[in-house]
T-cell receptor, first 114, second 115 residues
Framework: NAGVTQTPKFRVLKTGQSMTLLCAQDMNHEYMYWYRQDPGMGLRLIHY???????AKGEVPDGYNVSRLKKQNFLLGLESAAPSQTSVYFCASKGGDLMNTEAFFGQGTRLTVV | AQTVTQSQPEMSVQEAETVTLSCTYDTSESNYYLFWYKQPPSRQMILVIRQEAYKQQNATENRFSVNFQKAAKSFSLKISDSQLGDTAMYFC????????????FGTGTRLTIIP
């Protein structure tokens, strides 16, 4: 059982380039999230989804777009990367009922924008 | 909006000792959940313990226990008989009880266990 898988694990981009981070979960979870982790700031929510075909903005959505065309996948896009987007990105998923309170995380993607 | 505050950026303790990590939160909700996540150097986020706000009894998981003070909006984590493998970043997190279930994290406490 793979859980939550993020692709890629590491990436270096030049300013202005675009890229897509892929998150895949095999637990049939309704909720999926994208966070970024920066030193001294904890994890901040970028975008999230409460089900297939839905997305919503989180705390720091500017410069990012997301899509959830399939229930198991949640894509995070950077259209024009900036050095301020250098960070570690985490995807997470969670079941949709109140009994499933635990969020499961991917292993993270370290992105450097130069 | 909910906020989670961890006022101890770094802590260190000798192996086998007990250490307590602090967390406070602010919310107007009555139904919610609180969590402690551990992030070792591997970067993987691991759930350590969770607490339902409607439960008065403090949650425990082996060497890990919490002190949940609902009126004071305080949620501290106690690690007993600390081990070298407990060295990690620890994040306190909050989640509303129903609908729009986003996790809000604190800024973390870096805990180092000294041999």
């Amino acid at each position: 059982n793979a859980g939550v898988t993020q692709t890629p694990k590491f990436r270096v981009l030049k300013t202005g380039q675009s890229m897509t981070l892929l998150c895949a979960q095999d637990m049939n979870h309704e909720y999926m999230y994208w966070y970024r982790q920066d030193p001294g700031m904890g994890l901040r929510l970028i975008h999230y989804s409460v089900g297939e075909g839905t997305t919503a903005k989180g705390e720091v959505p500017d410069g990012y777009n997301v899509s959830r065309l399939k229930k198991q996948n949640f894509l995070l896009g950077l259209e024009s990367a900036a050095p301020s987007q250098t960070s570690v990105y985490f995807c997470a998923s969670k079941g949709g009922d109140l009994m499933n309170t635990e969020a499961f995380f991917g292993q993270g993607t370290r992105l450097t924008v130069v | 909006a909910q906020t989670v505050t961890q006022s101890q950026p770094e802590m260190s303790v000798q192996e086998a000792e007990t250490v307590t990590l602090s967390c406070t939160y602010d919310t107007s909700e009555s139904n919610y959940y609180l969590f402690w996540y551990k992030q070792p150097p591997s970067r993987q986020m691991i759930l350590v313990i969770r607490q339902e706000a409607y439960k008065q009894q403090n949650a425990t998981e082996n060497r890990f226990s919490v002190n949940f003070q609902k009126a004071a909006k305080s949620f501290s984590l106690k690690i007993s008989d600390s081990q070298l493998g407990d060295t990690a970043m620890y994040f306190c997190a909050f989640m509303r009880g129903f609908g729009n279930e986003k996790l809000t994290f604190g800024t973390g406490t870096r805990l180092t266990i000294i041999p």
